[in-house]
């Protein structure tokens, strides 16, 4: 009965190195989003898998991110070479599906996770 | 692409008494959700109220109620009898229910940090 759960919770780093970032969605949960919050603005969209694949990956801002989620459950965000830009917090959210027909009484809501706060030195 | 508004980058009320947020968005779509998300110091965000775009009606969650204006693209959040536990970050959101790719995804305002005063 767990919600979304984002490894670590925190995570320091120096410019230049590589980092993975872990996402487990709500058990069932077929679409997962990431999101990038800076300091003192709104999440930003990252990317989205419906099952296995990356249905939509136009937020990520340049070939350093790469998003993977290779048995339609956990996903694990990878940030390649990071500058102290990348320093923000990172959210994951699941939801049942990724769309429901108008008038279902079946809300598709999207869960998030607390967030990996991550900073590059 | 949408965009997501909201003006006023801090906000405060008195304990029990009501406050309103503002937002407006800009699309060219018909069809569409607003949503209103709460967000404290934990970082976990929490859904507050939704709004489906086809719905005049406007929603109701207890304490928490939208003003929804299609024509004129404004989504307000209003908080009746605020309590302490209210204060956080709020976020309005939208997101597309026209289908494609890239249904699903949030596109969210600036935030508008409420402090609650006993």
């Known amino acids: 009965g767990a919600g979304v759960s984002q490894t670590p919770s925190n995570k320091v780093t120096e410019k230049g190195k590589y980092v993975e970032l872990r996402c487990d969605p709500i058990?069932?949960?077929?679409?997962l989003y990431w999101y990038r919050q800076s300091l003192g603005q709104g999440p930003e969209f990252l990317i989205y898998?419906?099952?296995?694949?990356?249905?939509?990956d136009s937020g990520l801002p340049n070939d350093r991110f790469f998003a993977v989620r290779p048995e339609g459950s956990v996903s694990t965000l990878k940030i390649q070479r990071t500058e102290r830009g990348d320093s923000a917090v990172y959210l994951c959210?699941?939801?049942?599906?990724?769309?429901?027909?108008?008038?279902?009484?079946?809300?598709?809501?999207?869960?998030f996770g607390p967030g990996t706060r991550l900073t590059v030195l | 692409a949408q965009t997501v508004t909201q003006s006023q980058p801090e906000m405060s009320v008195q304990e029990a008494e009501t406050v309103t947020l503002s937002c407006t968005y800009d699309?060219?779509?018909?069809?569409?959700?607003l949503f209103w998300y709460k967000q404290p110091p934990s970082r976990q965000m929490i859904l507050v109220i939704r709004?489906?775009?086809?719905?005049?009606q406007n929603a109701t969650e207890n304490r928490f109620s939208v003003n929804f204006q299609k024509a004129a693209k404004s989504f307000s959040l209003k908080i009746s009898d605020s309590q302490l536990g209210d204060a956080a970050m709020y976020f309005c959101?939208?997101?597309?229910?026209?289908?494609?790719?890239?249904?699903?995804?949030?596109?969210f305002g600036q935030g508008t940090i409420l402090t609650v005063h006993p």
């Open positions: 959210a699941s939801s049942p599906r990724s769309r429901v027909e108008r008038g279902s009484p079946v809300y598709n809501e999207q869960f």
């Open positions: 058990s069932g949960h077929t679409a």
């Open positions: 898998f419906q099952g296995t694949g990356a249905a939509d």
């Open positions: 699309t060219s779509e018909s069809d569409y959700y």
């Open positions: 709004q489906e775009a086809y719905k005049q």
């Open positions: 959101a939208y997101r597309s229910d026209a289908g494609g790719t890239s249904y699903g995804k949030l596109t």
